[in-house]
């Protein structure tokens, strides 16, 4: 697409696929790619793509400074996590890594200043919560009010750290999607002396599909998350391939596929990951747009969500379906 005559969202994108913006088309891209908590990650794309030398010298000079300073908080998160998984692998415990940590753990070590994060996701089952929670206490850990829920543990935190360590049951997202884990979900990872798992590649699209779209809402609000579909094109450039079908076999019901189906238009579409398999249908194909019409003009966003609450009413009925 070409950049001088997009949004800046639409030019966003086209610089993470190697489309520079007119050079006062760059205020607006950096806006977006901030909401959006994707600067290193552009960053990290023009270096890699050989095009910084394009783009203008205070543009570069801010991307530069954020991905310098994001680099040095992962490297202290990255430093947390093997201290909590070795300690969790002391008492016999080895967890499931999700979402940006796993992407922490096992990104090249130059690479390591594109993701920025929140906090460390690490994922325990029933039979040793109770070894896991004893021995993150025992590393100083303290339990913050109210942040338990019906997937997670809590969050945990010490004032040292730059980030909380949130302790989950099992993933974000629909329970029933949860409740039983899939097999061949995970696949264990060395790393010296730490040992964790790590999801499989389609239940890793799964987790990351059913967070973004179902537990976060995404798709009924219309916003996009970049970062997660930037999460998905890591996955897959970190080898192996993905079984699409696998992904459409796990969220299959009505809502779910909806879901899905978007967040795949918005994978090839934003991200640039081609998807194997059928075209997506009309609705899904509607939703999509709509969220690059809301992404890119702020009156369809103050006037989308009462006539989508209504359409999805709608759907519903027709389908005699109930809420995920």
């Not at 992404?295 to 009925?317: H, Y």
Request: charged share 25%; aromatic share 6%.
């Amino acid at each position: 697409m070409p950049a001088s005559g997009a949004c800046a969202f639409e030019a966003l994108i086209a610089a993470f696929h190697g489309t520079l913006p007119p050079d006062d088309g760059w205020g607006g891209v950096i806006e977006v790619a901030n909401r959006h908590l994707v600067a290193p990650a552009l960053f990290t794309s023009l270096r890699e793509g050989g095009l910084l030398q394009h783009v203008p010298e205070e543009a570069r000079s801010y991307l530069a400074f954020l991905h310098e300073r994001n680099e040095e908080r992962n490297r202290s998160l990255h430093a947390q996590a093997t201290e909590c998984i070795e300690a969790l692998n002391e008492a016999g415990v080895e967890p499931l890594l999700i979402k940006g940590t796993a992407l922490l753990m096992l990104l090249d070590a130059k690479r390591l200043g594109c993701r920025m994060m929140s906090d460390l996701d690490m994922l325990v089952t029933e039979a040793d919560r109770a070894a896991a929670l004893a021995r993150i206490g025992r590393l100083g850990y303290a339990a913050l009010e109210d942040a338990a829920g019906p997937h997670a543990l809590g969050k945990f935190f010490r004032p040292k750290d730059a980030a909380a360590l949130d302790l989950h049951m099992r993933p974000p997202g629909p329970q029933r999607l949860f409740a039983d884990e899939a097999p061949g979900a995970r696949r264990e990872v060395r790393q010296g002396r730490l040992r964790f798992f790590v999801p499989s590649n389609e239940e890793w699209i799964v987790q990351l599909i059913a967070h973004d779209m179902i537990r976060d809402r995404r798709l009924f609000s219309g916003i996009v998350d970049l970062r997660r579909l930037l999460d998905c094109r890591e996955v897959s450039a970190m080898g192996g391939t993905v079984d699409w079908d696998a992904v459409r076999r796990r969220l299959a019901s009505p809502m779910l596929a909806l879901a899905r189906e978007v967040f795949f238009l918005n994978l090839e579409r934003f991200a640039g990951v081609p998807v194997n398999g059928r075209k997506a249908g009309v609705l899904a194909r509607l939703f999509h747009r709509r969220q690059l019409a809301i992404e890119c003009n702020p009156a369809v966003r103050r006037l989308d969500g009462r006539v989508i609450a209504t359409l999805l009413a709608i759907w519903r009925g027709t389908r005699g379906m109930i809420r995920q």
